[in-house]
């Protein structure tokens, strides 16, 4: 049994409803009071030179990329809420240079290339760092790393062997990995020291979509995009109140149903939660001993991810997400599915037996939100209407770095030019599309459960998930 199996039981319920007794379903990092206002809706037929369908990352950067690459370009963006509403302002704030999901998943599915993904993805990070410097972007953004946690035994000499592969990866044995953050779960841990950075998502999607506003791009929100056509001169995109004919089109739409019909099954929306701690005191903090501002990641499949942040007084509050991801039938995006009171309740829980010195601690925000997960597991491109389209999707949680890179990768397709982008298999290649109900339901109920006895068999897979290896649908992080 895995360790975060059954915790819930060892906790009193009127322990857990105290925790949760004042909490906001609002996203943290949204319940922000310099949330800039929402801009107008778009009203009545404009023309552009691109059109960009999506307010997420995907959308901006492909928006501020298009004016870099060429200024007299017109570009416009609509949004059918509001600019990083929906994952781009809810996530967890970990920026990872993977563009294919980690390390093992990469050499799962694409292993000729994916040592050259993983020097891509650096670039990628670094000159996503860069773009926050120059334009002054004031997103918390922190190279500072993400510590991999081994929880398990056997988890630990995975790590070892990851050091071994990659010399420039620190590894920690029991006691440095206690040094650096205490709780009695950890074995060891393995500090990868360039591969991540710390921001807050919220305020990075709004500095992007104000330096969008500054180069010149068009910005529409609470736009909803509702077809798309074509003729030989213009893609025409109907909205609510409206249309957009452009040269060029560029869907960034991610975990929301695609323009493009072809690829409503190629992913499906898996829910993602987490909770946010009340400031801790300073004494709270101390018994931590988290002096360093790397985010920390245990090593199961159904893992848990946390992070240290500073509230507008300067105290410091840990987010703690993860372990549980809801497949609700139908592959419906509903508000409702935001909230997931049982599993508030079992990440309390697991908090507690994560920091038993916190027990107590009390939380102020619990949410939730849907991931555009794919088959195998990080995104996947696509043209139509000959090359005036690009899609891409599929970022299964890991698109707040790889959306950069992704956006690269559309205006490379849009160019009609070919690149060391567009040559990539990772962008000619596409994951295998997902059943229709039910099967697709019963697929994913299955694999999460066998995702779980895993856990439970010190990681051995079995031969469910050996098969789904078989065909291109594993998922090995």
Not at 118 to 136: I, P, S, T
Not at 235 to 253: D, E, P, Q
């Given at each position: 049994m895995s360790i975060y199996e059954n915790v819930a039981e060892a906790y009193d319920d009127a322990l857990i409803d105290a925790a949760l007794q004042a909490i906001s379903h609002v996203p943290y990092w949204l319940d922000d009071p310099e949330r800039p206002a929402a801009l107008p809706a778009l009203e009545g037929a404009t023309e552009t030179d691109l059109l960009v369908v999506g307010g997420g990352y995907s959308g901006l950067w492909t928006a501020l990329m298009a004016k870099e690459r060429d200024p007299e370009r017109t570009v416009t963006l609509i949004e059918s809420h509001r600019v990083g509403w929906a994952a781009s302002g809810r996530n967890g704030g970990f920026c990872e240079a993977s563009l294919v999901h980690g390390d093992s998943n990469g050499r799962q599915h694409l292993p000729e290339e994916n040592d050259l993904?993983?020097?891509?993805?650096?670039?990628?990070?670094?000159?996503?760092?860069?773009?926050?410097?120059?334009?002054?972007?004031?997103c918390e953004f922190t190279y500072s790393g993400v510590l991999k946690l081994a929880t398990e035994e056997h988890q630990v000499q995975w790590l070892r062997n990851e050091a071994k592969r990659y010399p420039e990866l620190e590894f920690l044995d029991r006691e440095e990995v206690q040094s650096s953050v205490k709780s009695p779960v950890y074995r060891a841990g393995l500090w990868d020291k360039?591969?991540?950075?710390?921001?807050n998502p919220a305020k990075l999607a709004w500095g992007l979509r104000r330096v969008c506003l500054e180069q010149?791009?068009?910005?529409f929100e609470n736009t909803h995009a509702t077809g798309l056509a074509d003729t030989p001169e213009a893609?025409?995109?109907?909205?609510?109140?409206?249309?957009?004919?452009?040269?060029?089109?560029?869907?960034?739409?991610n975990v929301f149903p695609s323009l493009l019909k072809r690829h409503r099954l190629h992913t499906i929306p898996v829910y993602d939660y987490a909770i946010m701690t009340e400031p801790l005191t300073e004494e709270q903090f101390a018994t931590l001993g988290w002096e360093d501002k790397q985010g920390l990641a245990d090593l199961n499949n159904r893992f848990h991810y946390y992070r240290k942040t500073r509230d507008a007084n300067g105290a410091v509050r840990i987010l703690f997400g993860g372990y549980d991801a809801e497949y609700y039938y139908g592959g419906k995006i509903k508000p409702e599915y935001d909230q997931n009171h049982e599993t508030f309740r079992k990440l309390v829980t697991h908090f507690y037996f994560t920091f038993p010195q916190l027990e107590g601690l009390k939380f102020t925000h619990a949410w939730?939100?849907?991931?555009?997960?794919?088959?195998?597991?990080?995104?996947?491109?696509?043209?139509?209407?000959?090359?005036?389209?690009?899609?891409?999707?599929?970022?299964?949680?890991?698109?707040?770095?790889?959306?950069?890179?992704?956006?690269?990768?559309?205006?490379?397709?849009?160019?009609?030019?070919?690149?060391?982008?567009?040559?990539?298999?990772?962008?000619?290649?596409?994951?295998?599309?997902?059943?229709?109900?039910?099967?697709?339901?019963?697929?994913?109920?299955?694999?999460?459960?066998e995702l779980a006895r895993a856990d439970r068999n010190q990681g051995k897979r079995g031969l469910f998930l050996k098969t789904m290896d078989a065909l291109g649908m594993g998922f090995d992080s």
């Open positions: 993904l993983r020097e891509l993805g650096l670039e990628n990070l670094r000159e996503l760092a860069e773009a926050v410097e120059r334009y002054d972007i004031d360039e591969g991540t950075a710390m921001i010149g791009v068009r910005i893609i025409t995109v109907g909205t609510t109140a409206g249309s957009v004919k452009a040269r060029r089109v560029a869907l960034a739409t939730g939100g849907a991931i555009d997960s794919c088959s195998r597991f990080f995104a996947f491109f696509d043209t139509s209407h000959n090359g005036r389209v690009a899609y891409t999707a599929g970022f299964t949680g890991l698109g707040v770095g790889a959306t950069r890179f992704a956006a690269n990768v559309m205006l490379d397709l849009l160019s009609g030019k070919k690149t060391q982008r567009t040559e990539l298999q990772m962008v000619k290649k596409k994951p295998i599309p997902f059943p229709p109900e039910p099967v697709a339901f019963v697929g994913v109920k299955m694999m999460t459960g």
